[in-house]
C-alpha cells in the first residue's frame, strides 16, 4: 500500500512523488475509474486515497490503451529482470531474526521450564519474482501510475535451532516451503519517457507453507510449538522484512531503467 507521505496536500494541488497532481489530474483519475459516484460524497482528498486504496486492493484495470499496456508489462518485466539480475547478497537470501519461545513441560509430576529457538535463519527466492497478470496504468497525461501484482516462482526458508529443558536437549533443523505469495508494487513514471519511480512494494501475503524438522527424537511433541514460532514469523515479520528489502533495493535499481514513455514503438 502507498505510504501516507507518498500523497502531500499542497496549496494548489497534491504532489505525488515529484509530481503535481492539481485539480484537473485529479478529477481525471476520478472519472477515469467507476467510483466517480464516491467523489460526490467525500472530499476530493479522500476520494483520492479511497481511490488508490482500492486500486492496490483491487487491481481494477484502468489502462486500456493496448500499446500502453504492452509497454507497461514489458517495462515491469525488463525492471525486475534486471533488478534481480545477480542480486545475490542484496536481497537474496534475506537473513532472518533469531526467535524464541519459553514453555514448561510436565515431567513425572514436576513441572520444568524450558525455551524452543530458531537461529540463523535465511529466506531464499526473494529474486524468483514475476510479474502476474496485466499492469494497471492510470495515465494522467504527462505521468503515469502503474501497479502490478507480482508474485514469487519459489520461496522458502531455513534455520538452526534448539530445544532446552534445564539446559539440556537436542539441536534441530527447520525447512519451510512457502507455496504461494502474493505482492504488489507501484511505479510512477513520466509519459514522456524518462526515471521512474518506485512508490512501494508490499509482499502482501505468503501461504501455504509447509514445515520440516529434523533431529527433535524423542521430544517429538515439541515439532507443534517449533512450527508455530516458524510460521508466525513467516506470515508477518518476516513478510515486512522482505517488502522493506526488496525496496531498498528496488529504489536504487529503477534509477537504472527508464521508463521509454507512452508515445515510444513498441516493437
Request: aromatic share 10%; with cysteine.
Amino acid at each position: 500500500m502507498i505510504s501516507p507521505g507518498a500523497i502531500i496536500l499542497s496549496r494548489y494541488g497534491f504532489i505525488l512523488h515529484g509530481y503535481e497532481l492539481t485539480t484537473d489530474k485529479i478529477e481525471k483519475l476520478i472519472k477515469t475509474s467507476s467510483f466517480e459516484l464516491f467523489s460526490k460524497k467525500f472530499s476530493t482528498m479522500k476520494s483520492i486515497i479511497y481511490l488508490i486504496v482500492l486500486l492496490s486492493i483491487f487491481a481494477c484495470a484502468f489502462g486500456k490503451d493496448e500499446a500502453l499496456q504492452k509497454k507497461a508489462n514489458d517495462y515491469i518485466d525488463d525492471f525486475i529482470a534486471k533488478a534481480t539480475n545477480g542480486s545475490g547478497g542484496f536481497i537474496d537470501p534475506l537473513p532472518l531474526d533469531e526467535l524464541k519461545k519459553g514453555f514448561e513441560r510436565e515431567i513425572g509430576f514436576i513441572k520444568v521450564k524450558g525455551e524452543a529457538k530458531l537461529f540463523d535463519g535465511k529466506f531464499f527466492g526473494l529474486s524468483t519474482m514475476k510479474r502476474v497478470g496485466n499492469a494497471t496504468i492510470i495515465d494522467l497525461d504527462d505521468m503515469l501510475i502503474i501497479s502490478t501484482a507480482l508474485t514469487f516462482k519459489k520461496l522458502h526458508a531455513t534455520y538452526k535451532g534448539g530445544l532446552r529443558l534445564n539446559d539440556a536437549g537436542p539441536t534441530i533443523s527447520l525447512n519451510a516451503k512457502i507455496g504461494g505469495s502474493k505482492v504488489t508494487m507501484f511505479i510512477v513514471a513520466p509519459a514522456e519517457g524518462g526515471k521512474a519511480e518506485l512508490m512501494s512494494f508490499t509482499v502482501n501475503k505468503l501461504q501455504d507453507i509447509r514445515i520440516s524438522i529434523w533431529g527433535l527424537g524423542p521430544m517429538g511433541w515439541a515439532a507443534s510449538l517449533i512450527s508455530t514460532l516458524a510460521l508466525n514469523a513467516l506470515e508477518k515479520p518476516v513478510a515486512k522484512a522482505a517488502s522493506l528489502k526488496v525496496m531498498e533495493h528496488f529504489i536504487k535499481e529503477i534509477e537504472k531503467v527508464p521508463f521509454p514513455g507512452k508515445e515510444a514503438e513498441v516493437f
